[in-house]
């Protein structure tokens, strides 16, 4: 297997629960976030993004919350499947600054 | 139909060598970029380019220079390559504005 990638957080769920992906961002210029998901051997594959004027937004299974008070974003995958299986990124785009700046990645891990 | 791609996949060379990777977008985004991930699988932005113009050079040393010929190609040339340089580079594109980036699947560069 790869060493890369061992002191990321981890989150393993049970196949078929809920799973919960949480990231802090620092910067309370940012107004745009967006949640990639990356496997392995991948880029990182848009998931779901939000602006910083909405406080919740859903997609197919997966909303994500976005608070703005603690500088806090959330990932909610429901009903977790093995293809879920991947690193979680949040990303924050600082106004102004043209540029997404990444946070550090949790690799979300199913178990049968 | 690979909306983003790079090429080569994989590029393993020796310390002082001079290489390129090569990035190719046909989802009719002006705006392109150069990321960088580490073996802890951080991912820091590079460069951007919005219609073939340089918008963003986060403190990259100068023997990385990209390359725009057209608004879908975005080169990065790397001189005199130093062992610190091994790393997975992905080039994405996007929109201008509040619009995700496109990932492609990456070039692992290999320092010997």
């Known amino acids: 297997g790869e060493s890369v990638g061992l002191h990321l957080p981890t989150l393993s769920v049970q196949e078929g629960d809920n799973s919960i992906i949480n990231c802090a961002y620092s910067?309370?210029?940012?107004?745009?976030f967006i949640w990639y998901k990356q496997e392995s051997g991948k880029g990182p594959q848009f998931i779901i993004d939000?602006?910083?004027?909405?406080d919740k937004r859903q997609g197919q299974r997966v909303t994500v919350l976005l608070n703005k008070t603690v500088k806090h974003l959330s990932l909610q995958i429901a009903a977790t499947q093995p293809g879920d299986s991947a690193v979680y990124f949040c990303?924050?785009?600082?106004?102004?600054?043209?540029?997404?700046?990444f946070g550090q990645g949790t690799r979300l891990t199913i178990n049968p | 139909d690979t909306a983003v791609s790079q090429t080569p996949k994989y590029l393993v060379t020796q310390m002082g060598n001079d290489k390129s990777i090569k990035c190719e977008q046909n989802l009719g985004h002006d705006t392109m970029y150069w990321y960088k991930q580490d073996s802890k699988k951080f991912l820091k932005i590079m460069f951007s380019?919005?219609?073939?113009?340089?918008?963003i050079n986060e403190t990259v040393p100068n023997r990385f220079s990209p390359k725009s010929p057209d608004k879908a190609h975005l080169n990065l040339h790397i001189n005199s390559l130093e062992l610190g340089d091994s790393a997975v580079y992905f080039c994405?594109?996007?929109?201008?504005?509040?619009?995700?980036?496109?990932f492609g699947d990456g070039t692992r560069l290999s320092i010997l």
């Open positions: 994405a594109s996007s929109h201008r504005g509040y619009q995700p980036q496109h």
């Open positions: 380019y919005n219609n073939k113009e340089l918008i």
């Open positions: 910067n309370s210029a940012s107004d745009y």
């Open positions: 990303a924050e785009n600082i106004r102004g600054a043209q540029k997404l700046v």
């Open positions: 939000i602006r910083s004027n909405m």
